[in-house]
């Protein structure tokens, strides 16, 4: 990249988009952000501090009611790369309102992608993905696996990948996607198990563990997530996709009793178990090596390391965390 270029971020108030624009003015990178909420706290969004936010210029809209808008700043703007995080999150809120998921994640994002196909000026649109597409998985699954989505975030999730590959193969449209283990870290959603549990039982709550926590999972910090998506700009394949995850995975009871070990707190009067979700995944876990080798990427941030700095950013900004509810609210 040189310093004229210009990434636009698609989602950029969320966790993994906030962190990585933060990441990306560090570089010296100018950022354009799009998202459809307004801007909150910069506890939640670092870059507010950062000292070349001047590099940086937001607008607050919607990817379904102010599609045509969106375009015309890509019109104006025109990057030479797009970072896409956008879209409806919440893996079994979508089983509620299923049609949202699909216009927000799938049919929003055509419009744009149809729009975008034959800019000569875009170098690369990194769609940032889930391996909740390859379904639950007992053995580790590479890039190569058949997707088996078992929700609607996940089928339109999984929809919106193969129709960027469809677009790749019938227009070269320069797509490359990522598929990321569980983001965490400074800035998260306190909603998000890892502050939840920080919050809870720094507050002395009853945290609840949904089917008793027998989910595995691998849990990436959010600058390994942000130097991964700079491998992806600068070194990523065309038309390919690479998954980024840490190579340990832990059941989510035992990443709650990690971090209340690290707390010095009893998990016993602390934790509650309820019923699972329903089909939740039991366990995908994703093989790294293509990124390794292409990429040169390796996550550098420990999963212990991490909950630490993530236990100082609570402890941080507890007064102001306190007062937002830990549990999702949903927006259309």
């Known amino acids: 990249m040189v310093n004229n270029e210009k990434i636009l971020v698609l989602g950029s108030n969320s966790f993994g988009g906030s962190s990585y624009i933060n990441y990306a003015l560090d570089k010296g990178y100018k950022i354009i952000g799009i998202n459809r909420s307004v801007e909150s706290h910069s506890c939640f969004h670092p870059y507010k501090n950062n000292k070349n936010k001047n590099k940086y210029l937001y607008y607050n809209l919607h990817l379904i009611t102010d599609n045509e808008k969106i375009i015309s700043i890509l019109e104006k703007e025109k990057p030479q790369y797009i970072v896409d995080f956008a879209g409806q999150g919440m893996v079994a809120e979508s089983w509620n309102d299923p049609i949202l998921w699909f216009e927000t994640n799938l049919i929003s994002k055509i419009k744009i992608h149809e729009y975008l196909k034959n800019k000569n000026w875009l170098k690369k649109y990194i769609r940032i993905s889930t391996p909740e597409v390859y379904g639950s998985n007992e ?188 549990i999702y609210q949903h927006k259309i």
């Open 139 to 326: 053995g580790k699954v590479n890039e190569d696996q058949n997707l088996n989505p078992t929700t609607p975030y996940a089928v339109s999730h999984a929809a919106v990948d193969l129709s960027l590959k469809s677009y790749f193969k019938n227009y070269n449209f320069p797509i490359i996607i990522g598929r990321f283990a569980n983001f965490y870290g400074p800035g998260q959603q306190i909603y998000r198990i890892i502050p939840k549990t920080i919050l809870y039982a720094k507050s002395n709550k009853k945290l609840p563990l949904h089917g008793g926590g027998k989910s595995m999972r691998a849990f990436i910090f959010n600058n390994d997530v942000s130097n991964a998506i700079d491998k992806l700009i600068t070194k990523g394949k065309l038309g390919e996709t690479y998954n980024f995850s840490p190579t340990n995975f832990i059941s989510i009871k035992e990443l709650v009793i990690k971090i209340l070990n690290i707390m010095e707190l009893p998990y016993e009067s602390l934790v509650f178990e309820t019923e699972d979700r329903i089909s939740k995944d039991y366990s995908y876990f994703m093989d790294t090596k293509k990124a390794e080798n292409f990429l040169n990427w390796t996550p550098f941030v420990s999963l212990e390391n991490g909950i630490n700095s993530t236990i100082e950013w609570v402890n941080k900004n507890y007064s102001i965390l306190n007062k937002i509810p830990a």
